[in-house]
């Protein structure tokens, strides 16, 4: 079974992944291209699915990323796909600051490493 660890590591894969695709590009070009999106679509799926993954305890820790949000664009991506607005997606407060969502992922992970078992071995 995974640890919490791997699951934060995925996040933080993830959110830079779609930094660097997000960054290199224009409102227009993402917008017209096919695989860029498709990328996209694939990173936010698996940063939601680790969320849900997490611990309901390590996300209380940390009220300040929009966890439940991100869960429900992966939801909605998986089951309303023939549904997605691009240009909500792109405008989104989650899509265009993913750096914070790194940051708070990189927060909550430094945090789990900090934290130990009952026998005193750290966790992660």
């Not at 300040?64 to 549904?83: G, K, S, T």
């Not at 927060?107 to 934290?115: D, T, V, Y």
Request: charged fraction near 25%.
């Amino acid at each position: 079974m995974r640890r919490e660890a791997s699951f934060l590591r995925d996040i933080l894969s993830a959110a830079r992944k779609i930094e660097a695709i997000t960054a290199a590009t224009s409102e227009e070009s993402f917008l017209r291209d096919e695989v860029l999106p498709a990328a996209v679509l694939h990173h936010l799926t698996v940063m939601g699915e680790a969320i849900s993954r997490l611990s309901p305890e390590l996300r209380e820790r940390h009220p300040e990323v929009p966890w439940h949000q991100i869960v429900a664009v992966r939801h909605r991506i998986v089951h309303a796909y023939f549904d997605l607005d691009w240009q909500i997606l792109w405008t989104r407060q989650w899509m265009t600051s993913h750096s914070y969502a790194d940051r708070s992922a990189e927060s909550s992970k430094a945090s789990f490493r900090n934290r130990s078992r009952p026998d005193g071995a750290a966790l992660g």
